[in-house]
């Protein structure tokens, strides 16, 4: 990818709303007017977001439609390429996006897992590298037919938990 390129796939990737749109694009297409109603967004502005993803190759467009009053309608859906390009800002737009969803999820709903590892370098690399397969080695498999939705979120990152002092 040359320069321009990936300056162009890092600004689209930037958007915490962006990324909302290519998850609720990931499994079906979806329409701008659809999206907008799902993320309580203007449909003028969902559409400038919609156009950013079409444009980097992040969204496709599918075959038009016919809308409920015969209204032309273009569904879209990920591509897949957001998993295969670095994400600008390192991880935080995905936390952001992350704690946004959050928010439409009943506590009860919530299942978390929070762990402190202490790995050398070569321990580390072998932890990422095998949580990296299992994460791919699941999204390659596509999804179930009969599945329901769920989002994985899960975060290497170094603890601010400094060693007890020696005695």
């Not at 946004?100 to 709903?109: F, K, N």
Request: a negative charge.
């Amino acid at each position: 990818m040359n320069d321009d390129r990936q300056q162009a796939a890092a600004r689209a990737l930037s958007s915490p709303l962006r990324l909302r749109v290519l998850r609720l694009c990931g499994f079906e297409a979806r329409t701008n007017k659809e999206l907008a109603e799902l993320l309580d967004v203007n449909p003028g502005t969902m559409l400038h977001h919609v156009r950013t993803l079409v444009r980097t190759g992040f969204l496709a467009p599918e075959e038009e439609r016919s809308g409920a009053k015969g209204a032309r309608e273009v569904p879209y859906r990920a591509t897949g390429l957001s998993w295969r390009t670095p994400l600008p800002r390192g991880s935080r737009v995905l936390v952001e996006v992350f704690l946004q969803q959050l928010e439409t999820v009943e506590p009860e709903d919530l299942k978390t897992t929070w762990m402190g590892l202490r790995l050398n370098d070569e321990h580390k690399e072998e932890f990422k590298n095998r949580m990296y397969e299992l994460l791919k080695e699941f999204k390659d498999r596509g999804p179930d037919p009969d599945g329901a939705p769920y989002s994985f979120f899960s975060a290497l990152h170094p603890d601010q938990n400094p060693p007890a002092p020696e005695h």
